[in-house]
């Protein structure tokens, strides 16, 4: 037991292991969470002409500014999606993660509330389903709260941070 308390000698390689089930739910849930916002950045990034449209038919940012969120926003969920998913400056890909889904979230709120259809183009650019904005504002407040969740958890197991013993000190073994 000792042994865990020692802190690493200079270029000793610490071996992370998870030590309870929440340690690893924790785990899963950021790798999950990066993984999907690297995969809903994939056909933004493809087609940015096409999320572009999507961004206007949320009628929300003036026109003057839809090219530029077009363009930024999906290299944005590409990179924080990568670096949860590698466990890379994890805490403040949680928080770009978490505050984008916020973003989603009020701004699919916003248009239930004006009873306006839209596209989500989140995973594709398909037509949503009549109706589904509901479902789409369900699911971006489910995926929140597992930000959040990463956000605030230990989420540090299969991470570089560990493995460069970048670990807010609440965390450490």
């Known amino acids: 037991m000792e042994d865990r308390l020692k802190p690493a000698m ?3 390689m610490k071996v992370a292991r998870a030590d309870s089930v929440t340690d690893c739910l924790d785990t899963v849930l ?3 969470l990066g993984g999907l916002f690297v ?3 994939i056909h933004k990034l493809r087609d940015p002409v096409e999320f572009a449209r999507i961004v206007y038919g949320y009628k929300i940012l003036p026109h003057s500014l839809i090219n530029l969120f077009a363009i930024f926003l999906p290299g944005i969920e590409l990179v924080a999606g990568l670096f949860l998913v590698a466990g ?3 805490r403040g890909a949680a928080l770009t993660i978490a505050a984008s889904l916020g973003l989603f979230s009020c701004a699919i709120g916003f248009n239930l509330a004006r009873g306006l259809e ?3 183009g989140c995973f594709s650019f398909a ?3 009549h ?3 509901l479902d789409l504002f369900l699911r971006d407040l489910a995926l929140l709260a597992v930000g959040i969740r990463v956000l605030y958890s230990g989420a540090y197991y299969l991470s570089v941070d560990r493995l460069l013993d970048r670990v807010p000190p609440r965390f450490r073994e």
């Open 118 to 120: 839209f596209d989500c």
């Open 127 to 129: 037509k949503s389903a």
């Open 39 to 41: 995969y809903a950045s």
């Open 88 to 90: 890379i400056l994890s």
């Open 131 to 133: 109706g589904a904005a």
């Open 30 to 32: 950021r790798i999950f």
């Open 10 to 12: 200079p270029g000793e």
